[in-house]
């Protein structure tokens, strides 16, 4: 089934080319070198992009330079250009999509169940040698590349018709890949929540265990964290940052003096307070841990994985016997070719395309599939609904001379090829830096009398009355649940734009403060295009629908001036770069600040809720998608009610629990 390196050759033989060549002796070389750092364990995983199956180890150590050349050259001299199918006719699981919790569900159902065959089918490549992918400090530069989808969201009528992009990894590993490795929790009673609204089974306790389950922490019992809620032995590696500058470390003391207490255990359910978080880092070799490189090592032989491949729809037939109920049989290709699912297809193409697939799948309301000229299966007016975000509005200060921040490797290229060559010799290095520095709080505690917000809520939630409004109502008075997260991110992450190289700032130094909305009211929808139905998805999310959305960022904003003028912070920085002291002082300068620079943070959800059906569900408990009987959604987008916490943790928690059900069903 699977070519030998012989064979690659423009199809001949005997006619290994030069690169393959090149791979052989790298190859031979990592594998001594690897041999003496650690005993690695080798899956045996095929990758139709179209390497020879055994020599396929997918180890974190391969991100340093000279280690992925080796990797890389492999990968690129085993390239066929041969037009044959590698892949079989039928497979017991088929997963859509390699991001976060595709590759997780796909190796951990490789892993249970070995005598069946998976493939897992992604839109992007497999890369492993990637920099801008496994350095730290590289953070963000993947966005808006070829591994990014590169969406955006229609005019948004309530924020001064602007358009907001929508980054989303188009990689093995997905967004995984392209995050700012954020690692945290939200508080219990979140978690509890997705139980409360009809989801037997889902709550704090079988996520924390399913969480825990994904990851590696290391660093339990030190200055920097306790030792609650974290995981030991999982696959996915995380660490607190070891690069803290010289000024982030006013960050705690001036939380403190603003009444904010230290949390050492924020990852264990009550994540308010201040502290120094997690970020997804393999600390013994300082790459970045994800999904990709974190599950593709415990997968077996029974696992095929098929990039730079594109799903067209999941193909659907009555099931068996007396049944109402869709069965799933397979997947169409963009180009046509089908391929069969003997027991279940699992979409796991994230919040804003698995509702697209369903859609093209015949699973939706009438009036979009109508428009768009598709056959109906399954009557669901819940797909694509029920998008809900996070949003993040900022502030930017220039530091004193005496500071250092991150920026420098934007401003000095001898620096940074200095810092770039310490990484790549595992030496500590100013790329491994990742923010670290987070705040969670209540609104109360963050502005004192928060009875205007609460009184925004609930006209909110009486305009646009749901099941997941009723219940961030009841977060807004839950003294457990935070509103409101501040980061403090070392060098300029800002609207405005970093100084010219004409500029007297270039040069400069400067921290950013970034607040979150952790619980907006606005909701929006995600659906298929009706004149270009396999095009890029009519993404609204409807940012700023609702007053308290707009008076919380304004509020959050204000927070973060509030933080910067505190002490000791006060004393690290010189000027107020975004928005500037003199541009904003009152309440209309506050409100155009917000309405201007306000953005995405990423963390879409909820577009495929795990709800009943009659409120708005798409999925139901078993992730199975309502009318079918063996069709799954397995990614953020099941999330019901968006937490607060980055949700990196939460997906890998969600694919956890899904293999465990699949396997159990199986």
Not at 190 to 201: F, H, I, K, R, V
Not at 398 to 425: G, V
């Amino acid at each position: 089934m699977f070519p030998s390196l012989q064979t690659l050759k423009d199809g001949r033989p005997g006619a290994e080319n030069k690169d393959i060549s090149l791979g052989r002796v790298l190859w031979q070389n990592l594998e001594k070198r690897v041999s003496q750092i650690a005993e690695p364990r080798v899956p045996k995983l095929y990758f139709l992009e179209r390497v020879e199956k055994d020599r396929c180890i997918v180890l974190a150590m391969l991100v340093k330079s000279s280690l992925a050349l080796a990797f890389a050259a492999l990968v690129s001299g085993a390239t066929s250009s041969s037009s044959s199918q590698p892949y079989e006719d039928a497979y017991d699981y088929i997963v859509v999509g390699g991001g976060t919790a595709g590759v997780a569900v796909a190796a951990r159902i490789s892993e249970g169940l070995p005598a069946c065959k998976i493939l897992l089918i992604e839109a992007g490549p497999a890369v492993w040698d990637e920099p801008k992918i496994n350095v730290p400090g590289m953070k963000g530069s993947t966005l808006a590349t070829k591994y990014d989808w590169n969406f955006t969201t229609v005019p948004q009528s309530n924020v001064n018709s602007r358009t907001f992009t929508v980054n989303r990894g188009k990689v093995l590993g997905g967004s995984s890949a392209l995050n700012l490795m954020s690692y945290d929790r939200a508080a219990v009673a979140e978690y509890d929540s997705w139980e409360a609204l009809g989801n037997p089974g889902w709550n704090w306790e079988t996520m924390i265990a399913a969480m825990k389950k994904s990851e590696n922490f290391t660093g339990i019992n030190t200055d920097t964290y306790g030792s609650e809620g974290v995981g030991e032995s999982g696959p996915v590696k995380a660490v607190i940052n070891r690069i803290i500058p010289e000024h982030q470390k006013t960050w705690i003391p001036t939380m403190n003096a603003l009444g904010i207490e230290s949390n050492l255990e924020s990852l264990g359910g009550d994540p308010l307070g201040v502290m120094y978080q997690p970020s997804s880092i393999d600390p013994t070799h300082y790459n970045r841990s994800y999904s990709a490189n974190a599950y593709v090592p415990i997968a077996g032989s029974n696992l095929e994985i098929l990039s730079d491949t594109t799903v067209l729809k999941v193909n659907l037939g009555k099931a068996t016997g007396d049944s109402t109920l869709q069965t799933a049989t397979g997947v169409t290709l963009s180009d046509g070719t089908i391929v069969l699912a003997q027991k279940e297809v699992i979409l796991s193409a994230g919040s804003i395309q698995s509702p697209g697939l369903l859609e093209l799948s015949g699973i939706s309301q009438c009036s979009v599939l109508n428009a768009s000229g598709i056959e109906q299966f399954i009557e669901l007016p819940g797909v694509g609904e029920n998008l809900q975000d996070h949003l993040r509005i900022q502030s930017s200060y220039q530091l004193k001379d005496n500071y250092t921040s991150f920026d420098i490797l934007r401003s000095n290229d001898t620096y940074a090829a200095e810092q770039l060559a310490l990484w790549n010799a595992g030496q500590v290095s100013l790329y491994d830096y990742t923010g670290s520095g987070y705040t969670f709080t209540t609104w109360a505690q963050a502005i004192g009398n928060d009875s205007r917000l609460v009184t925004l809520a609930k006209e909110a939630a009486g305009e646009d009355p749901s099941v997941v409004d009723k219940k961030k109502l009841e977060f807004m008075t839950d003294p457990s649940i935070p509103q409101l997260e501040v980061i403090f991110s070392d060098g300029y992450t800002g609207v405005k734009g970093y100084p010219a190289s004409t500029s007297p700032l270039f040069g400069e130094g400067f921290f950013t403060l970034i607040a979150a909305i952790m619980h907006p009211l606005s909701r929006g929808d995600i659906h298929i295009n009706p004149a270009n139905t396999t095009g890029k998805p009519v993404i609204n999310p409807n940012y700023f629908a609702h007053e308290h959305d707009l008076e919380a960022a304004i509020q959050a904003i204000k927070y973060c001036r509030k933080i910067a003028n505190t002490e000791p912070m006060r004393s690290i920085w010189e000027n107020e770069y975004e928005p500037g002291l003199d541009a904003v002082q009152t309440d209309e300068q506050w409100k155009q600040f917000a309405l201007n620079t306000t953005l995405s943070i990423f963390h879409p959800v909820g577009t495929c809720s795990m709800l009943p059906k009659e409120d708005g569900g798409v999925v139901d408990s078993d992730l199975k998608v309502y009318g079918t009987s063996n069709l799954r959604v397995v990614d953020a987008s099941v999330i019901p009610l968006l937490i607060s916490a980055h949700v990196q943790t939460a997906v890998y928690g969600i694919a956890e629990i899904a293999a465990e059900r699949i396997i159990a069903d199986a």
